[in-house]
Protein backbone atom coordinates (compact mmCIF):
# COMPACT_ATOMS: atom_id res chain seq x y z
CA UNK A 1 0.00 0.00 0.00
CA UNK A 2 1.09 3.74 -0.87
CA UNK A 3 1.93 6.20 1.94
CA UNK A 4 -0.48 8.32 0.23
CA UNK A 5 -2.93 5.99 0.38
CA UNK A 6 -2.04 5.51 3.80
CA UNK A 7 -2.42 9.07 4.76
CA UNK A 8 -6.01 9.01 3.13
CA UNK A 9 -6.40 5.94 5.13
CA UNK A 10 -5.47 7.98 8.62
CA UNK A 11 -7.59 10.96 7.71
CA UNK A 12 -10.67 8.63 7.20
CA UNK A 13 -9.76 7.06 10.68
CA UNK A 14 -8.96 10.69 12.24
CA UNK A 15 -12.34 12.03 10.72
CA UNK A 16 -14.50 9.14 12.60
CA UNK A 17 -12.47 10.12 15.52
CA UNK A 18 -13.52 13.81 15.45
CA UNK A 19 -17.65 12.43 15.04
CA UNK A 20 -17.34 9.74 17.78
CA UNK A 21 -14.88 10.69 19.73
CA UNK A 22 -13.72 7.76 20.85
CA UNK A 23 -9.79 7.78 21.02
CA UNK A 24 -9.46 3.97 21.61
CA UNK A 25 -11.24 3.14 18.56
CA UNK A 26 -8.75 5.02 16.33
CA UNK A 27 -5.89 4.08 18.57
CA UNK A 28 -6.95 0.55 17.79
CA UNK A 29 -7.14 1.05 13.74
CA UNK A 30 -4.11 3.05 13.84
CA UNK A 31 -2.42 -0.01 15.54
CA UNK A 32 -3.50 -2.52 12.92
CA UNK A 33 -2.22 -0.13 9.73
CA UNK A 34 0.51 1.78 10.86
CA UNK A 35 3.89 1.65 12.13
CA UNK A 36 5.55 4.92 14.28
CA UNK A 37 7.83 5.26 11.38
CA UNK A 38 5.16 5.57 8.65
CA UNK A 39 3.42 7.94 10.92
CA UNK A 40 6.81 10.06 11.32
CA UNK A 41 6.85 9.72 7.40
CA UNK A 42 3.33 11.13 7.42
CA UNK A 43 3.81 14.18 9.87
CA UNK A 44 7.26 14.92 7.99
CA UNK A 45 5.71 14.95 4.10
CA UNK A 46 2.16 14.90 3.47
CA UNK A 47 0.61 17.31 1.82
CA UNK A 48 -2.45 17.30 3.63
CA UNK A 49 -2.96 19.10 7.36
CA UNK A 50 -5.68 16.84 8.28
CA UNK A 51 -3.16 13.68 7.64
CA UNK A 52 -0.44 15.29 9.46
CA UNK A 53 -2.85 16.07 12.48
CA UNK A 54 -4.07 12.69 12.42
CA UNK A 55 -0.12 11.77 12.54
CA UNK A 56 0.56 13.92 15.46
CA UNK A 57 -2.08 12.78 17.75
CA UNK A 58 -1.75 9.08 16.66
CA UNK A 59 1.90 9.52 17.90
CA UNK A 60 1.19 11.45 20.79
CA UNK A 61 -1.00 8.32 21.91
CA UNK A 62 1.56 5.68 21.00
CA UNK A 63 5.16 6.82 19.76
CA UNK A 64 8.36 6.11 21.46
CA UNK A 65 10.74 8.44 22.15
CA UNK A 66 13.56 7.13 20.26
CA UNK A 67 10.88 7.09 16.92
CA UNK A 68 8.49 10.09 17.35
CA UNK A 69 10.66 12.80 18.81
CA UNK A 70 12.37 14.34 15.86
CA UNK A 71 9.17 14.17 13.77
CA UNK A 72 7.23 15.82 16.37
CA UNK A 73 9.82 17.99 16.95
CA UNK A 74 10.01 18.85 13.81
CA UNK A 75 6.20 19.09 13.61
CA UNK A 76 6.52 22.53 16.00
CA UNK A 77 7.42 24.42 12.44
CA UNK A 78 4.43 22.98 10.76
CA UNK A 79 2.42 25.53 8.89
CA UNK A 80 -0.27 24.52 9.42
CA UNK A 81 -1.11 26.15 13.51
CA UNK A 82 -3.60 23.36 14.31
CA UNK A 83 -0.31 20.20 14.02
CA UNK A 84 2.07 22.85 15.98
CA UNK A 85 -0.62 22.95 18.70
CA UNK A 86 -0.89 18.99 18.78
CA UNK A 87 2.52 18.59 18.22
CA UNK A 88 3.84 20.52 21.53
CA UNK A 89 0.95 18.06 23.71
CA UNK A 90 2.18 14.87 21.57
CA UNK A 91 5.78 15.53 22.86
CA UNK A 92 4.94 16.23 26.65
CA UNK A 93 3.37 12.49 26.24
CA UNK A 94 6.13 11.09 24.96
CA UNK A 95 8.74 12.97 26.83
CA UNK A 96 6.63 11.38 30.01
CA UNK A 97 6.97 7.73 29.21
CA UNK A 98 10.05 8.18 27.41
CA UNK A 99 11.79 5.53 29.91
CA UNK A 100 11.11 2.48 31.74
CA UNK A 101 7.46 2.15 33.57
CA UNK A 102 8.51 2.30 37.31
CA UNK A 103 10.61 5.47 35.87
CA UNK A 104 7.92 6.83 34.49
CA UNK A 105 5.90 6.58 37.47
CA UNK A 106 8.79 8.07 39.49
CA UNK A 107 8.42 11.42 37.27
CA UNK A 108 4.80 11.21 37.40
CA UNK A 109 5.31 11.98 41.14
CA UNK A 110 7.98 14.47 40.70
CA UNK A 111 5.57 16.84 38.59
CA UNK A 112 2.49 16.06 41.47
CA UNK A 113 4.72 17.09 44.39
CA UNK A 114 6.00 20.19 41.96
CA UNK A 115 2.33 20.61 41.58
CA UNK A 116 2.09 20.93 45.41
CA UNK A 117 4.55 22.73 45.82
CA UNK A 118 6.57 20.33 47.88
CA UNK A 119 9.51 21.32 45.99
CA UNK A 120 12.78 19.98 48.19
CA UNK A 121 11.12 16.47 47.84
CA UNK A 122 10.15 17.07 44.44
CA UNK A 123 13.93 17.89 43.84
CA UNK A 124 15.19 14.99 46.29
CA UNK A 125 13.41 12.34 44.51
CA UNK A 126 14.00 13.80 40.77
CA UNK A 127 17.90 13.18 41.78
CA UNK A 128 17.21 9.64 42.76
CA UNK A 129 15.54 9.34 39.27
CA UNK A 130 18.57 10.89 37.75
CA UNK A 131 21.07 8.62 39.53
CA UNK A 132 19.20 5.73 37.98
CA UNK A 133 18.23 6.90 34.71
CA UNK A 134 21.11 9.54 33.84
CA UNK A 135 19.54 10.00 29.98
CA UNK A 136 16.06 10.56 31.04
CA UNK A 137 15.69 14.08 29.65
CA UNK A 138 12.34 15.03 31.46
CA UNK A 139 14.04 13.92 35.03
CA UNK A 140 16.14 16.87 34.51
CA UNK A 141 13.37 19.12 33.34
CA UNK A 142 11.11 18.67 36.16
CA UNK A 143 13.97 19.15 38.40
CA UNK A 144 14.66 22.52 36.63
CA UNK A 145 11.18 23.76 37.09
CA UNK A 146 11.42 22.55 40.86
CA UNK A 147 14.86 24.09 41.21
CA UNK A 148 13.49 27.48 39.48
CA UNK A 149 10.65 27.43 41.88
CA UNK A 150 13.04 27.98 44.57
CA UNK A 151 14.80 30.39 43.28
CA UNK A 152 17.80 28.11 42.53
CA UNK A 153 18.20 29.94 39.10
CA UNK A 154 21.47 28.64 37.84
CA UNK A 155 21.65 24.91 38.88
CA UNK A 156 17.90 25.15 37.20
CA UNK A 157 19.75 26.64 34.32
CA UNK A 158 22.49 23.71 34.24
CA UNK A 159 19.62 21.45 34.76
CA UNK A 160 18.01 22.98 31.79
CA UNK A 161 20.74 22.82 29.65
CA UNK A 162 21.06 19.32 30.11
CA UNK A 163 17.97 18.47 29.29
CA UNK A 164 19.12 19.90 25.95
CA UNK A 165 21.90 18.07 25.72
CA UNK A 166 19.83 15.12 25.65
CA UNK A 167 17.01 16.06 23.59
CA UNK A 168 17.07 19.74 21.55
CA UNK A 169 13.65 19.44 20.74
CA UNK A 170 12.63 20.26 24.17
CA UNK A 171 10.74 23.67 23.80
CA UNK A 172 10.48 23.54 27.30
CA UNK A 173 13.76 23.79 28.22
CA UNK A 174 14.65 26.33 26.02
CA UNK A 175 12.56 28.57 27.45
CA UNK A 176 13.38 27.69 30.59
CA UNK A 177 16.71 28.21 30.14
CA UNK A 178 16.25 31.68 29.21
CA UNK A 179 14.05 32.71 31.84
CA UNK A 180 16.77 31.23 33.94
CA UNK A 181 19.85 33.33 32.49
CA UNK A 182 17.30 36.80 32.60
CA UNK A 183 16.79 36.17 36.25
CA UNK A 184 20.38 35.60 36.89
CA UNK A 185 20.81 39.22 35.39
CA UNK A 186 22.16 37.71 31.63
CA UNK A 187 20.07 39.16 29.14
CA UNK A 188 22.40 38.77 26.63
CA UNK A 189 22.55 35.44 27.49
CA UNK A 190 18.49 35.12 27.23
CA UNK A 191 18.88 36.99 23.95
CA UNK A 192 20.54 34.41 22.66
CA UNK A 193 18.62 31.31 24.37
CA UNK A 194 15.72 32.66 22.53
CA UNK A 195 16.96 32.80 19.64
CA UNK A 196 17.83 29.56 19.04
CA UNK A 197 14.65 28.47 20.41
CA UNK A 198 12.64 30.63 17.83
CA UNK A 199 14.74 28.38 15.19
CA UNK A 200 12.50 25.16 16.84
CA UNK A 201 9.44 27.22 16.82
CA UNK A 202 9.58 29.74 14.10
CA UNK A 203 5.73 30.67 14.48
CA UNK A 204 5.68 30.92 18.27
CA UNK A 205 4.32 35.32 18.41
CA UNK A 206 5.18 34.78 22.40
CA UNK A 207 9.35 33.79 21.78
CA UNK A 208 9.00 37.19 19.20
CA UNK A 209 7.37 39.45 21.71
CA UNK A 210 9.89 37.85 23.85
CA UNK A 211 13.17 38.31 21.67
CA UNK A 212 12.09 42.62 21.27
CA UNK A 213 11.76 42.95 25.07
CA UNK A 214 15.53 41.42 25.48
CA UNK A 215 16.98 43.54 21.92
CA UNK A 216 14.51 46.92 23.49
CA UNK A 217 16.11 46.54 27.15
CA UNK A 218 19.70 45.69 26.21
CA UNK A 219 20.23 48.60 23.56
CA UNK A 220 18.55 51.22 26.33
CA UNK A 221 21.51 49.93 28.65
CA UNK A 222 23.94 50.61 25.91
CA UNK A 223 27.17 48.67 24.79
CA UNK A 224 29.43 46.83 27.62
Known sequence: MSQAHLGLLLVDYYEGFLKDRDLEVFR??????????????ILTSSPHPTARRAAVLALGMLGTYEVANAPLGRALRDDDPVVRTMAESALWAVWFRADTPENNRTLDQVKRLINQQRFDTAVELATRLIGQAPRFAEAYNQRAIAYFLQGRYAE???DCERVLQLNPY?????S???QCQACLQQPRQALHT?????KLQPHSQGLRQSIELLESQ??????R
Not at 28 to 41: F, K
Not at 170 to 174: C, D, L, N, P, S
Not at 194 to 198: C, H, Q, V, Y
Request: proline residues 3%; glycine residues 14%.
Open 28 to 41: ERVLGRYTEATLGR
Open 156 to 158: SAA
Open 176 to 178: GLA
Open 218 to 223: IESEGP
Open 194 to 198: LRRAL
Open 170 to 174: HFGAW
